[in-house]
């Protein structure tokens, strides 16, 4: 390889993708050099997924080389390598770059040309700039469980990019899960089970006010969440998300989604089978529940040993001011931890 390994952690990094590689992987790996404009990092939290670093980090090759313009350089001429990481490993951190702002996040973002994709959901967010959008504004004295992004609908983003703009003072990481290890291990502990939910499929429903309430983390009201205060036109926009909408009498409606599947294999992923759900998430709570689709009772057993197994599964580390972090959405849960503020993390999500 072209790159200077200064690091242990270099060095287990480049073992780690070279070794047990098909021809495939060592074409790609080979391409590598497409990407010596940046040299291999290591955090705190980081592991080794199946022979994959989670978070791969990657740091400017000099010092004079961190600039804004710089970046965008580099990542103009690696694209196609960047995008072949970002699915190689999942997760991908730019640490140690001039990005100082949601502008300079949006042009980081725009580098790759990757459709834009709006969030549906019911955490609360505000636009900020162009493509760039809060994360969940909700209470930072909350955790926000593990979710693959917008994964009910019919159509999800397939990248899902994140920058910090005010690291916490204290907690507030982003911890995430490589989804197929999940499913890995529920089939050794539940094998039933999940064979049962994946066979009659999912069925969830979701209860929103009508107007925002910031003081939850789902706080966001049905009018926001489809852009209309009309209710025909919102049951026509959730109709083509692929949910049906119940009224309540105090103004608010429930959504119902399903039936959903269990787990999912996608292209390019090495065949791994996904937990593509959002079953723990939702399961047994006031404001949503998750059944199977026929109505039948997921085992509350069940539902607190996944719960278990995702956070075990759990990668996290320290955010630091400027970085910008790819997620693959399709091969990753991911939440938030509870924090003391400030904590200011930009969002952006892309088909």
């Known amino acids: 390889m072209m790159l200077t390994q200064k690091t242990l952690a ?11 590689t ?29 022979g994959e670093v989670m978070p791969l980090v990657l740091l400017p090759i000099e010092s004079n080389k961190r600039d804004l313009d710089s970046l965008l350089s580099v990542l103009r001429k690696n694209k196609d ?38 969030y549906v959901g019911p ?14 504004e909700g209470p930072l004295s909350e955790f926000i469980y593990y979710h693959h992004e917008m994964v009910l609908f019919k159509e ?19 911890p995430f899960v490589p989804s197929f290890r999940v499913t890995e291990r529920m089939l050794v502990e539940f094998p039933e089970a999940v064979e049962e939910m994946e066979a009659k499929g999912l069925r969830y429903t979701f209860s929103a006010l009508s107007k925002n309430d910031t003081s939850s983390m789902r706080g966001r009201g049905w009018e ?19 949910m049906e909408i119940e009224w309540l009498p105090n103004g608010g409606a429930k959504t119902i989604l399903g039936p959903r ?8 992923r090495k065949g791994r089978r ?27 057993n069940v539902a607190k040993r996944c719960g278990e197994i995702i956070e075990e599964e759990s990668i996290q580390f320290k955010w630091e001011k400027g970085d910008v972090l790819f997620f693959d959405n399709l091969a990753l849960l991911h939440g938030r931890r509870p924090s003391l503020p400030p904590r200011r993390v930009l969002v952006t999500t892309c088909k």
């Open 224 to 242: 926001d969440a489809f852009g209309t205060s009309d209710r025909r036109e919102a049951e026509c926009r959730a109709n083509a998300l692929g």
């Open 156 to 174: 999800c983003p397939k990248k899902l990019m994140l920058f910090c703009e005010v690291p916490p003072p204290e907690g507030g990481e982003t």
């Open 123 to 136: 955490a609360p967010r505000a636009h900020i700039y162009k493509r760039v959008w809060t994360a969940n």
């Open 274 to 300: 996904m937990w593509f759900n959002t079953v723990v998430g939702m399961h047994g709570k006031e404001y949503s529940s998750a059944t199977m689709a026929d109505g039948s009772e997921i085992p509350a």
């Open 10 to 20: 270099n060095t287990v990094i480049a073992k780690n993708q070279i070794s047990n």
């Open 261 to 268: 599947s269990l787990t999912k294999v996608f292209e390019g």
């Open 22 to 50: 098909d021809s495939k992987d060592k074409e790609e790996m080979e391409g590598f050099c497409s990407g010596k404009d940046f040299k291999i990092g290591e955090c705190d939290g980081q592991k080794v997924v199946d």
């Open 81 to 118: 390598w960047f995008e072949q990481m970002i699915i190689k490993n999942s997760a991908v951190l730019l640490r140690g770059f001039d990005v100082q702002n949601a502008q300079d996040f949006n042009e980081v973002v725009e580098t790759f040309g990757w459709e834009d994709m709006r």
